[in-house]
């Protein structure tokens, strides 16, 4: 095994310290190179807790929201999720340390390719993408154990929780009358009924509905 890098196991204390407690969503981000995922012009910034520009004037999260979400889905090695948002591929990564299987969607076709060539180059063999408007989920594939939605929801994304198992949990930043989006868990219940816990104040870039026309 090789030893991790000093500036992850860093970030790593500092997202402990910041309410990030569960140590397998700890080591799944300690195992996750976060400078592979930026541009190279920021890849000195990778390891601060911080979002950063990515290609198609996207961002790639906060750690410290990377660390939260993923914490809040409560995963475990049977779990099929379902990602809306791929962005660099970050998130998909480290949700792919976790759980069995994650399916994630993007609506930019160069965000899709770097985030492929990323993650081939961690042989993260259980990460399926696809390029399309995720506000349509993937009905293919439904249902899904866990639903993650990295961009700010306009309103409850009720397409997306029909296709959340009975049991299942979704994380989706919905938008507020603040300007910026709150961290909704919607937890579905066995007996079919849907529960809304409203976490805290996020600020994601926008969910827009459709294909992306260029790029
Ligand atoms: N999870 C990403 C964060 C990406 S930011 C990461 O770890 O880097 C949100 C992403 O959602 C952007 O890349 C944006 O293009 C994408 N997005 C926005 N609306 C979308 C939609 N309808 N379908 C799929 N992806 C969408």
Redesign the pocket.
């Known amino acids: 095994m090789t030893m991790a890098d000093p500036r992850l196991i860093q970030l790593v204390m500092s997202l402990r310290g910041q309410g990030v407690t569960d140590r397998h969503v700890l080591a799944a981000i300690e195992r996750t190179p976060r400078g592979l995922?930026v541009p190279e012009r920021f890849v000195d910034q990778a390891y601060e807790n911080r979002p950063l520009p990515?290609d198609?004037g996207?961002?790639?999260?906060q750690p410290l929201i990377?660390g939260l979400m993923t914490q809040l889905l409560n995963l475990n090695d049977r779990c099929k999720v379902l990602?809306?948002?791929?962005?660099?591929?970050?998130?998909?990564a480290v949700l792919s340390r976790l759980a069995r299987r994650v399916y994630t969607?993007?609506?930019?076709r160069t965000?899709a390719k770097e985030a492929e060539a990323r993650f081939e180059a961690l042989r993260l063999t259980n990460i399926t993408q696809r390029v399309?408007?995720?506000?349509k989920g993937w009905p293919e594939q439904a249902p899904f154990d866990r639903i993650i939605v990295?961009?700010g929801a306009p309103v409850r994304p009720d397409t997306l929780l029909e296709q959340l198992k009975p049991g299942g949990i979704a994380v989706v930043p919905v938008d507020n009358d603040r300007g910026t989006q709150t961290l909704i868990r919607y937890t579905h219940d066995k007996d079919g009924s849907l529960r809304e816990d409203a976490l805290m104040d996020v600020r994601?870039?926008?969910?827009?509905?459709?294909e992306?026309k260029a790029l």
């Open positions: 995922f990515i198609c996207q961002t790639i999260s990377v990602e809306i948002g791929t962005g660099s591929g970050y998130q998909a969607i993007e609506r930019y965000l399309g408007d995720g506000t990295t961009a994601f870039v926008p969910l827009v509905k459709g992306a």
